[in-house]
């Protein structure tokens, strides 16, 4: 382990819990990165249903609103 994330994880365990608990969720990320399987969390399977649910119903942007969208961005 290289000095840079022993110096964070010994300052980690007086974080709030909260920040903890998203420390360690990214972790878990990296790692099914590098292992090639991620597996979702309950809220973000709750958000892709909820998005499948919406395109069910027709709720999707126009291409033209898409367009808007990326336009306005481009010239950002």
């Not at 964070?8 to 972790?27: F, G, T």
């Not at 249903?49 to 027709?58: C, H, I, M």
Request: hydrophobic share 45%.
């Amino acid at each position: 382990m290289n000095a840079d994330v022993k110096n964070m994880l010994s300052r980690v365990e007086n974080w709030p819990e909260d920040d903890q608990d998203e420390l360690a969720q990214i972790a878990l990320e990296i790692e099914a990165r590098r292992h090639g399987v991620y597996h979702a969390t309950t809220e973000e399977l709750k958000a892709i249903d909820e998005a499948l649910a919406a395109v069910a119903r027709g709720e999707v942007a126009t291409d033209e609103k898409v367009e808007a969208v990326f336009a306005k961005y481009r010239r950002a």
